[in-house]
């Protein structure tokens, strides 16, 4: 059993896309983390939330924390193909305890 | 550069071999993690460290032996492993056992196949 549910496991868009991804669990996060990996490297941070119904942006990424804290959502506004890649979600459960998701799996063509 | 840097990146061992995985990293950061990363599966945390001590060990079998010997490096020792191992090992560290803020920095991986 999963602790974090990540939707739509793959995901193939064309250039210019917008696209949604989700993280959902039916346990409450005290943080929730998301990252990006591309092939071959690690996971690398892209954004932290805290409060519920917290909303964060960087450049055409939006990063939502349900007002719950048991979910999360990231938009992506005209996909690119450099943002090809597994996105991560990473709840905090307990102090400094994270739980990854399986991702979703991002194929922006050209 | 991601401060964090694994090495071998690529190793193929035999199920008699032993071998050992090196992670360093100079960001100053006092807490250090291996994770198992299988495809179609979440991130497996396996060990923390915390100010070189072992502070958590995830049921992990005994064929896998970490080591800390201080708090830039951290080794994972193998020794007779199943071809189920095979896998991306990935190290990460963070600041004083918090990963909320800055989050984990991780290295690129080893990719393990076990034959």
């Known amino acids: 059993t999963q602790l974090l549910e990540q939707s739509p496991q793959f995901l193939s868009i064309q250039e210019g896309e917008n696209l949604t991804v989700y993280c959902n669990s039916s346990s409450v996060f005290s943080s929730l983390q998301w990252y990006r990996q591309e092939p071959g490297e690690g996971p690398v941070l892209l954004v932290t939330?805290?409060?519920?119904?917290e909303v964060k942006k960087l450049k055409r990424l939006t990063f939502q924390f349900g007002d719950a804290r048991k979910d999360s959502s990231l938009h992506i506004t005209a996909a690119q193909p450099g943002d090809t890649g597994l996105y991560l979600c990473?709840?905090?459960?307990?102090?400094?305890?994270?739980?990854f998701g399986s991702g979703t799996k991002l194929n922006v063509k050209p | 550069e991601t401060g964090v840097t694994q090495t071998p990146r690529h190793l193929v061992m035999g199920m008699t071999n032993k071998k050992s995985l090196k992670c360093e990293q100079h960001l100053g950061h006092n807490a250090m993690y291996w994770y198992k990363q299988s495809a179609k599966k979440p991130l497996e945390l396996m060990f923390v460290?915390?100010?070189?001590?072992?502070?958590e060990n995830n049921s992990v079998p005994s064929r896998f032996s970490p080591e800390c010997p201080n708090s830039s490096h951290l080794f994972l020792h193998l020794h007779t492993l199943q071809p189920e191992d095979s896998a991306l090992y990935l190290c990460?560290?963070?600041?004083?056992?918090?990963?909320?803020?800055?989050?984990?920095?991780f290295g690129s991986g080893t990719r393990l196949t076990v034959v």
């Open positions: 939330v805290v409060t519920g119904g």
């Open positions: 460290y915390s100010l070189e001590e072992r502070v």
């Open positions: 990473a709840g905090e459960y307990n102090f400094n305890k994270f739980y």
């Open positions: 990460a560290s963070s600041q004083d056992g918090r990963a909320r803020g800055k989050g984990y920095t």
